[in-house]
């Protein structure tokens, strides 16, 4: 059975924004019946420009339905140059995160929304199509959506590809095209020279406190202000950084995992490999 965060329970059993816009700016669809999971997205613009109003409709699991939920409370007042900077790792993150085998669930979602978009730009009513050749045949995902969601969300391995788009779920077939892919892409990367940020050396530790500090401000502190949270820092012992989840992140079953992958990922990725994070209760 699957470990749900509660605000996945709560989106999925009290779905906001459910239903069709009626004289919509804005249709996406995305998903097949067939694959299990199928989601509609309709949007009107107000006189500004921002999304006025935005329903979903879904064929999935609780995660779809859920992420779905999320991704119209996310895109609601917003401006369309605004809504497409929405990742579906934001949709993810809203929810308190989503078990790794149901991140395509928060794909799908941004896939809806592009869509939306293009169709709200081009004038016409489509049926989203990604573009690219056909990798997975089982479940119909082309190299251009495997390349897409490997660059975006940094995977490294076909079962996390598979967890976040589907290719390969199937009968097995595509995984070594699957892999091909995700070299291609890292190497990619490689080559532009992108590379992870260079941590600061012989920092005294009133300089360490200050930059633990604003890379919580800064990379940590936006994304749990969004599901309704917050985190204070406590304090600084060598390695060790004492921190306080505030808010709905206090009483998250997710904590455990956000003060890992998230906080401690960032301190170790922008401070010290050697931080350890740890919270107190």
């Keep these: 059975m699957w470990d749900y965060a509660e605000k996945v329970k709560e989106h999925f059993l009290n779905p906001r924004n459910v239903g069709e816009v009626e004289n919509p700016d804005g249709v996406g669809e995305v998903g097949s019946l067939a694959c299990g999971d199928a989601l509609k997205l309709t949007f009107k613009l107000d006189d500004e420009g921002k999304i006025e109003d935005v329903k979903f409709q879904t064929f999935g699991c609780a995660s779809a339905i859920a992420s779905s939920s999320a991704l119209t409370e996310l895109i609601k007042g917003k401006t369309l140059e605004e809504a497409e900077s929405i990742t579906n790792r934001d949709i993810a993150d809203f929810l308190g995160g989503l078990p790794d085998e149901k991140m395509h669930c928060s794909v799908m979602g941004k896939e809806a929304l592009e869509a939306a978009i293009e169709n709200y ?161």
Excluded: W
């Design 121 to 281: 730009r081009t004038g016409e009513t489509v049926t989203h199509e990604m573009e690219g050749d056909v990798v997975c045949t089982c479940f119909g995902i082309t190299d251009h959506e495997i390349e897409e969601v490997v660059r975006d969300n940094n995977l490294e391995t076909v079962e996390q590809v598979t967890n976040y788009c589907k290719a390969g779920g199937g009968c097995g077939g595509c995984t070594g095209e699957i892999e091909k892919i995700i070299q291609r892409v890292r190497g990619e990367k490689k080559e532009s020279g992108e590379q992870k940020p260079k941590r600061p050396k012989n920092l005294t530790n009133i300089q360490k406190i200050q930059l633990i500090q604003e890379i919580i401000n800064e990379q940590v502190r936006p994304s749990l202000k969004a599901d309704g949270g917050d985190l204070d820092l406590i304090d600084v012992v060598g390695d060790d950084v004492i921190v306080a989840f505030r808010g709905m992140c206090a009483n998250c079953k997710m904590a455990e995992l956000t003060l890992t992958d998230v906080v401690q990922a960032k301190l170790r990725e922008y401070v010290s490999e050697d931080i350890n994070v740890y919270e107190k209760k």
